[in-house]
């Protein structure tokens, strides 16, 4: 072997050597830096979920959350980037670090144990729904029925758990996504649906259809940000402490107030 083949086939392997590094380095602990803000990048997972986290007809990120991320980690010094991601594997893609957190209008109430939490930074109920003219209107009335709801939402947990009060069903039927557990609704497929009052009430008005939510939530949630529990960086309680602040100047309740009306409403026995 000649000596220029040897001094070759040498700089090929530092090369490799190299774009290995760089490939196991890629990951939430070593974020790569905003072209356009110059802040180190967190990624945050979120679902399509209105008036949350949902793209405009421009193709932007929109919403509640999306907007109280933006600020919040603006003030901590990083740019958030905001990626739509399969709802039912969010802990997976959590615990292999594919996302720094999720953030979508996330119950954090009894799932206290399973994350590193920020927060919580608002309020919310999960309450059933029905088309107008439906004859249910109490817990009562929904025993026997068919229930249609989202996938891995709280709903689908406190059904599962059998959680005391709810009414117990003929048949659950679990959808994929939001749009769907309405088109169930609408079809006559489901007798009433399970979801966030915000949601149901942001469908209403974004397409122009009724339906009538039950007086009796399911429960009333803490919404908060989650974080891996072996995420050691801090940015859980970096980020409760921001978002105290934001409450307390106004921001959020600003920013709710943009997509939803009485922002208190949502703010109410928060820091």
């Known amino acids: 072997m000649t000596k220029y083949k040897l001094i070759l086939i040498l700089l090929v392997l530092m090369l ?30 979120c679902d399509d979920y209105a008036p949350f986290t949902y793209r405009d007809i421009d193709g ?8 109280i991320a933006t600020e919040a980690f603006h ?25 720094d957190c999720i953030w979508s209008c996330y119950t954090m109430t009894g799932r206290e144990t399973e994350y590193k939490w920020a927060g919580p930074y608002m309020k919310s109920r999960q309450v059933f729904a029905v088309l107008p ?49 309405f088109t169930l609704l609408s079809k006559g497929y489901a007798d009433a649906i399970a979801a966030h009052d915000t949601s149901i009430e942001q469908f209403i008005k974004d397409f122009d259809l009724q339906y009538r939510i039950l007086e009796t ?15 050691d960086r801090g940015l859980d309680e970096d980020l409760t ?23 208190d409403r949502y703010l109410e026995g928060q820091p």
């Open 133 to 181: 003219d439906s004859p249910i209107h109490t817990f009562q009335d929904l025993e026997g029925k068919t229930l249609a709801l989202q996938s891995s939402t709280k709903p689908e947990d406190l059904l599962r758990k059998h959680a005391e009060g709810l009414p117990h069903f003929r048949r659950i039927i679990s959808a994929q996504n939001r749009d769907l557990m």
């Open 75 to 99: 003030r901590m010094g990083y740019e958030p980037k905001f990626i739509f991601i399969d709802w039912e594997t969010k802990k997976f893609l959590l615990a292999d670090r594919k996302i």
């Open 16 to 45: 490799v050597a190299g774009v290995s590094f760089l490939f196991h380095m890629k990951g939430p602990t070593q974020r790569a830096f905003s072209s356009k803000q110059g802040l180190p990048e967190i990624v945050v997972g």
């Open 217 to 231: 939530p399911m429960q009333s949630v803490d919404l908060g940000v989650a974080f891996g529990k072996r995420d």
């Open 241 to 263: 402490k921001v978002l105290q602040d934001m409450q307390k100047d106004g921001t959020t309740k600003t920013i709710i107030e943009k997509y939803l009306p009485n922002g």
């Open 60 to 67: 932007n990120m929109k919403g509640i959350d999306v907007e």
